[in-house]
């Protein structure tokens, strides 16, 4: 028996090197897909959910490189549904989840009191289109899309979406056009 569970870890040991041993450019690249940490967050009205986008990839390295829209949209969808949510629950620390910035923070606080809500935010009242890629790397995603948003409200935007990584996407700035001087929002210091 003892003989058995020693082969058994030998084996696991040798996959557990091989899976995490660095691998060179030429070797494809890992297998990677979408993971949501979710914490909960009782606010002074109802109870919350926040969800912070991230991803890994199946060796158990993480990457934050956003590769397609869809990632992207998603990534928006879950910060600005945190974003908005924050704002009706007037719970600023549900928003500071969310943001990466202290101008953004103020931003949301500003909004308590003033923004007025047809209905509770939610995920599906977020949709995007047009998407476009403009950067990323594991610290900085750029976004250009059109936003919709309808339930809680009714708006169309069509914005620059500047997304830092800080332990999780967080919203950093919003530009008008692609062409703006968002480039500098990456290199920021958080």
Known sequence: ????VGVLIAIALGIGVFLLWPRS????PANTEAMATSTTTTAAGPTSTTST??????????SHVVE???????????????????IYNQDEVQIRE???SEHQLELAVA???????????????????DSQILHSSDVCTV?????????????????????????GWRIFSLWAFPD????????AQL
């Not at 003033?114 to 289109?129: I, K």
């Open 1 to 4: 028996m003892r003989r058995i």
């Open 25 to 28: 450019s030429d070797d494809p």
């Open 53 to 62: 986008v991230q991803s890994t990839s199946t060796t158990g390295v993480e």
């Open 68 to 86: 397609t829209v869809d990632e992207a949209e998603e990534i928006l969808r879950e910060l600005w549904f945190g974003w908005f949510e924050g």
């Open 98 to 100: 969310v943001v990466a």
């Open 111 to 129: 909004q308590f009191n003033q923004m007025t809500f047809a209905a509770e935010p939610s995920r599906d009242d977020f949709e995007y289109s």
């Open 143 to 167: 976004v250009f899309t059109t936003a919709v948003i309808s339930g809680f409200t009714d708006a169309l935007t069509t914005d620059v979406h500047v997304l830092r990584w800080d332990d």
């Open 180 to 187: 703006d001087l968002w480039e500098d929002d990456c290199e």
